[in-house]
Structures are given as structure tokens and as C-alpha cells.
């Protein structure tokens, strides 16, 4: 706990989803307010997805500040809000929703988030090939993200090639610049990767590997947005190969960084915010960035 005093003037913020139990979101945002001396609260709100428009109606009628939004209800806010960032619209999903005195703006700062864990790594998005794993909401942020950002070509490759085929689909005419395309894995293998990029599940409740790596040509960086375990099979296999990588971590990290400034207009704090991560991370469940 910390030991704020919180009175009639505490800014309340959370989390909404379902279920938010073992969310760290809380642990990291009051840990950020603790230092920075703001009169502020977050806390966890379980919502189903029958509760969702009823949901938003409270943050306005009980006056809370902002919230984040998870699994299951990124999209499904969407038509609730005043006004929708164009990142947001484009990726349809929204992750953090600022009251401005009653007029709710919702935002995606996962897709920022992403990005800025890759600084870690020095790849330069801008001209990257990328082979991305996975085709759910995970990988449809992070394909806008890197596609916004300038990569040259993202190819993907899911286990329901369908899936994959309709994300490609819809972003095909919106990023002419960059090459999207579908991918059997023998493909990837066969070609060279600035970036290799993990948003599946596979690894996190299972010690196994969505990938050999040892089959790709070339791999000069990867990423998975797995954080807990944090060094999943497909990250053991990048440090035998020497090639650089990083966890989800950061991406949780960055993006609720980024959320915290968007409330707040404030830089976040992050050094105490990856600390309060790090000592919460080892009680919860297998997760990864969603
Ligand atoms: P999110 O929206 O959080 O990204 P999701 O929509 O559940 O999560 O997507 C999970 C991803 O992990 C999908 O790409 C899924 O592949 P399918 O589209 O074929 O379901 C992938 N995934 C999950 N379990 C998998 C497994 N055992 N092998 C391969 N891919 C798997």
C-alpha cells in the first residue's frame, strides 16, 4: 500500500476488463502517482462484456478521470466515446480513455509502447523487414504501428492462415508503401529478417516455441510481447543465436507510461514503474501485452 492520503479532492483512475484481478496496471500507475506526489488512485474494475456501454456512463456519472481498457473490451468501446484518436480508429481498438470534464477521448498507447520498447534494440523500423507471428488484436496493433512507422515489409504468418489473409485484407490499400503479405513459415525461413516478431500465446502457458529459429536464413532482432515467463523458448533460442531481443515488458511498460502522460500531461516516472512491475511480476499469472 502506499501512503498517500487520498480525500474528497483523490483522483480516481483504473482498469476495465474482464477479468482484471492480476492486472499490474495498478501496482505501476500508483506507484507513479506516490512519486510524483499527484492526489490520485488507480484501482482494478472488473466490467463484463453485457456491462460495457453501462460501464462508460459510470465513468461519467462517478467522475473518473481515466481508464485504461483491456481484454475484452478494446473495441467494443469504441462507439461509446466523444472523440476517438485517429491511431485508435485506425488500429479500432482503444487502451486508454481520458475525461476531459465530461467529454470521454479514447487513445491506443500499446502501439506507442511497442515502439518504444524496440528502442532497446536499435532496429530501425523505418525500411525493416518484419515477419510478424500471430494475427489476433495483438498483431493487428502492432502491424499499424510498424507499418505507420515506415517498415518496408511485414510479413505474417498464423497458425489460421484465414485470419491473417482478412488482416492483410483490410490494411493492404491504407499502407501502399510497405509489403504486407501472407506467409506459409516455410517462406520465412527462407528469407532474411530485420525483425522477428512473437504475438502469439505459444510459450507463455507451455515451455514450447512458436518457431524454430535455428530454420531462418537471417534474424538480426527479435521481439515477443511475452512477459511472464520472461524468457519464454523463443527467447532462449535468440540469446543461443546471439541475436538481440526483448520481452513484453517493456511494451506494458511504455504503454501505460505513455497513459500516464496522456492523463496527466506529465513525463512518467518509469524507472519507478518498471520497479513496481518487476516485484508484482512474480505473483501473477503466464501473461503477455494485449
Ligand atoms: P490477442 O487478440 O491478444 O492477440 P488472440 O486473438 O487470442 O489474442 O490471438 C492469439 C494468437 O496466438 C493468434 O494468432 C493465434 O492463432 P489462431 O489465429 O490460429 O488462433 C495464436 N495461437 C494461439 N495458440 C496457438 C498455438 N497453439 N499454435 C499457434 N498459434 C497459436
Redesign the pocket.
Same mark, same amino acid.
Do not use: E, L, M
Given at each position: 500500500m502506499n501512503s498517500r492520503s487520498l480525500d474528497g479532492r483523490t483522483r480516481v483512475y483504473g482498469v476495465v476488463g474482464h477479468p482484471v484481478a492480476h492486472s499490474l496496471s495498478p501496482a505501476m500507475h500508483n506507484a507513479a502517482f506516490s512519486e510524483l506526489e499527484i492526489n490520485a488512485i488507480y484501482v482494478a474494475f472488473p466490467s463484463t462484456p453485457e456491462q460495457v456501454s453501462r460501464m462508460i456512463e459510470g465513468v461519467r456519472a462517478m467522475n473518473v478521470s481515466g481508464v485504461n481498457v483491456t481484454?475484452p473490451h478494446k473495441s467494443a468501446v469504441l462507439p461509446f466515446l466523444d472523440e476517438v484518436t485517429p491511431l485508435a480508429q485506425k488500429v479500432g481498438a482503444v487502451n486508454t480513455i481520458r475525461n476531459d470534464q465530461g467529454r470521454l477521448v479514447g487513445t491506443n498507447t500499446d502501439v506507442g509502447g511497442f515502439l518504444r520498447s524496440l528502442e532497446s534494440l536499435e532496429v530501425q523500423v523505418p525500411q525493416a523487414r518484419i515477419a510478424l507471428l500471430?494475427?489476433?488484436?495483438?498483431?493487428r496493433a502492432l502491424l499499424v504501428g510498424l507499418a505507420d512507422a515506415g517498415a518496408s515489409r511485414i510479413w505474417i504468418c498464423?497458425? @489460421?492462415t484465414e485470419?491473417a489473409r482478412q488482416l492483410i485484407h483490410e490494411f493492404q490499400e491504407q499502407f501502399p508503401g510497405t509489403d504486407l503479405q501472407v506467409a506459409e513459415l516455410e517462406a520465412l525461413h527462407a528469407e532474411p529478417w530485420d525483425l522477428l516478431v512473437n504475438?502469439? @500465446?505459444?510459450g507463455m502457458e507451455h515451455p514450447e516455441s512458436?518457431v524454430d529459429l535455428h530454420a531462418f536464413q537471417e534474424v538480426r532482432y527479435l521481439a515477443d510481447i511475452i512477459y511472464k515467463p520472461a524468457q519464454t523458448l523463443l527467447l532462449q533460442q535468440a540469446e543461443q543465436l546471439r541475436i538481440p531481443s526483448i520481452n513484453g515488458l517493456g511494451m506494458l511498460l511504455y504503454q501505460g507510461a505513455e497513459a500516464f502522460t496522456f492523463w496527466t500531461g506529465l513525463k512518467a516516472p518509469t524507472g519507478v514503474m518498471r520497479d513496481a512491475l518487476l516485484s508484482r511480476l512474480q505473483d501473477s499469472p503466464p501473461t503477455r501485452s494485449?
Open positions: 481484454v500471430g494475427a489476433g488484436g495483438s498483431a498464423n497458425r @489460421t485470419r504475438t502469439t @500465446t505459444v512458436p494485449r
